[in-house]
Nanobody, 118 residues
Framework: QVQLVESGGGLVQAGGSLRLSCVAS????????MGWFRQAPGKEREFVAG???YYADSVKGRVTISRDYAKNTVYLQINSLKPEDTAVYYC????????????????WGQGSQVTVSS
């Protein structure tokens, strides 16, 4: 079994930056590709970033996904935040298939709220 715990969300002003963290535990977690998704109120969950360096068009140039293998942690750095980035951000792993599809990922974290004020 794999467990994922996100942190680092919060309230940020537009133009600011955040770094989300996702600590993974469980067997063979280091062998799985990780991904980040987000879900805004009233909207479907959508792809944001996936390893090694896949990014949604809506965030490309503002977002970086990275991993610290020693800490079993994956990060999502988001710069130049916009109000439309407001969402619950989820990390996911256990990927088999298309990096942008929700159903390609087997394990999910509980989410971290990011709110961007204008």
């Amino acid at each position: 079994q794999v467990q994922l715990v996100e942190s680092g969300g919060g309230l940020v002003q537009a133009g600011g930056s955040l770094r989300l963290s996702c600590v993974a535990s469980g067997r063979t977690v280091s062998t799985y590709a990780m991904g980040w998704f987000r879900q805004a109120p009233g909207k479907e969950r959508e792809f944001v970033a996936g390893e090694p360096t896949y990014y949604a068009d809506s965030v490309k140039g503002r977002v970086t996904i990275s991993r610290d293998y020693a800490k079993n942690t994956v990060y999502l750095q988001i710069n130049s935040l916009k109000p439309e980035d407001t969402a619950v951000y989820y990390c996911a792993t256990g990927r088999t298939g298309d990096y942008a599809r929700l159903d390609s990922y087997r394990y999910w974290g509980q989410g971290s709220q990011v709110t961007v004020s204008s």
